[in-house]
């Protein structure tokens, strides 16, 4: 079955970084479209960026210029850069295949001095 395993959050001050990763099973990944999702506290998941299975990317506005998004296929691996951060990024962090709803357990990122 579809399967992710996130990992890579913690506390953060504010302008510093974190790398997040993603380990993913039980798909064509390579061939799969696949997307970073934040859910801050009371709020409804929000679409981070996605990383095309090309290897473009793309970006929600408020995160560009300061996360990268990235895969390795042959480690069914996606990863998430976040330079810069601000507290707006806390949240629990998902990957997913990019429109889907397949939901991984997140890793909880915080911001905060």
């Known amino acids: 079955q579809v399967e992710f395993v996130e990992s890579g959050g913690g506390l953060v001050q504010p302008g510093g970084s974190l790398r997040l990763s993603c380990a993913a099973s039980?798909?064509?990944?390579?061939?799969?479209?696949m997307s970073w999702v934040r859910q801050a506290p009371e709020k409804p998941r929000d679409w981070v960026a996605t990383?095309?299975?090309?290897?473009?990317?793309i970006y929600a506005n408020e995160v560009k210029g300061r996360f990268t998004i990235s895969r390795d296929n042959a480690k069914n691996m996606v990863y998430l850069q976040m330079n810069n951060l601000k507290s707006e990024a806390t949240g629990v962090y998902y990957c997913?295949?990019?429109?889907?709803?397949?939901w991984g357990q997140g890793t909880q990122v915080t911001v905060s001095s």
């Open positions: 039980g798909f064509a990944f390579s061939t799969s479209d």
């Open positions: 990383v095309y299975s090309g290897g473009n990317a």
């Open positions: 997913n295949i990019a429109g889907k709803s397949y």
